[in-house]
């Protein structure tokens, strides 16, 4: 904060305020008007905004701190900010916020409170921090994970020809939370003509012979998430499927070999489209992003930035084709640490060399 001339720091998403604070509100999610906030000053002190649903939630975990409440029906809560900024010394001073998180009536509502208050942006300073993962963050990415993988490849395991897509999330949820998992986001299982589309849920569609099958899940601990994706066959792989997938095992290992710290995220994208294209099909835009509290943070590996790599960055690392021409679709995401010395893969329990079998 110093370093930006700033007096104080308020922190409002979901995934910025469990960063700073170390623990998750639960609703703050699902419900955004239910502002929470975690305020620091330049000088080392923290106090807290919450909503009074969540009071109890809020004071159990900061240990005597400052907490506010405003009343969810009864308050205004940017007015509540206001007066917890004043009485903190923030009134008139430089402050930062996530001005791309805040509603505009929000943010405006905030102006009006405090308007001696000058708000700038904090989002990208923000986004930087989380970037470096501390070796407690690397601990809890590698066991999501593995939580992930192993999910994935034992709810496989356990359909056959016949079983619905509904059955491989029934399997993959219970060994999500079995291994300790207290959430999931994002759950992709698109078998057969529907493995073409990025982002599909489960649906009763019964599994044929010759389909191909996409399985992707995000486990969520504390507020952090790992993805992972599997692709299988249904016994055996439609025509091409092999081929493409060949390519595409070829530029994971690609990707990896190029990551390391001081690597340019560009030239990576590039290598990544460079090898794709002896199919001549059509590439995403990235290979690869920052993921954690997010399930997409900076930076990408694509065209539209260069980022030097650094060690302690953790990327889910993606070669797929949505579209094979072919009526499926195809992906392997797995996620990667940035070391000292190269690439660590993290999703390290399925051998994604050779597409899955469903049985």
């Known amino acids: 904060m110093a370093a930006s001339g700033l007096d104080g720091l308020v922190c409002l998403s979901p995934e910025n305020f ?24 330049v000088d080392g002190r923290c106090a807290y905004l919450a909503v009074d649903m969540e009071e109890t939630t809020v004071t159990s975990q900061v240990n005597g701190a400052d907490v506010r409440v405003w009343g969810e029906f009864t308050d205004q809560p940017m007015q509540a900010l206001a007066d917890l900024l004043r009485d903190l010394g923030l009134a008139g001073a430089k402050v930062g916020t996530e001005l791309n998180y805040l509603f505009a009536n929000d943010y405006t509502a905030l102006c009006q409170a405090s308007p001696d208050t000058r708000f700038v942006a904090a989002d990208a300073c923000l986004d930087r921090l989380r970037q470096i993962k501390t070796p407690g963050e690397i ?10 993988d192993e999910s994935i490849c034992k709810a496989l395991t356990e359909v056959s020809a016949g079983c619905t897509e509904m059955d491989i999330a029934a399997g993959l ?5 079995a291994q300790g998992a207290n959430d999931f986001k994002l759950m992709i299982v698109a078998t057969g003509h529907r493995s073409v589309y990025p982002n599909v849920g489960p649906s009763m569609r019964r599994l044929e012979p010759g389909d191909i099958c996409r399985v ?3 486990p969520v601990i504390n507020g952090y998430h790992a993805g992972v994706c599997r692709t299988a066959r249904v016994q ?9 997938w060949k390519n595409l095992v070829e530029c994971k290992y690609l990707v990896l070999d190029m990551i390391k710290p001081g690597a340019s995220s560009k030239k990576i ?6 090898h794709l294209a002896k199919l001549d099909l059509p590439p995403i835009k990235f290979i690869g992003h920052g993921i954690g509290l997010h399930l997409h943070e900076e930076p990408y590996l694509g065209t539209y930035s260069d980022v030097p790599l650094e060690a302690g960055m953790v990327f889910g690392i993606e070669p797929l084709v949505y579209d094979t021409g072919h009526g499926f679709g195809l992906q392997n995401k797995d996620v990667v640490l940035v070391t000292d010395t190269g690439a660590e893969l993290l999703s390290d329990y399925a051998d994604t060399d050779l597409l899955l079998t469903v049985q």
């Open 18 to 41: 469990a960063y700073v604070s170390g623990f998750v509100v639960p609703s703050q999610p699902l419900m955004r008007w239910r502002h929470s906030a975690v305020v620091v000053t």
């Open 236 to 244: 055996s792989a439609p025509e091409h499927a092999e081929e493409i």
């Open 173 to 177: 949820t219970a060994n999500v939370f």
């Open 269 to 274: 994208y590039e290598a990544f489209i460079g």
């Open 139 to 148: 601990e809890l990415m590698r066991r999501l994970s593995r939580i992930a």
């Open 216 to 218: 992707e899940i995000f």
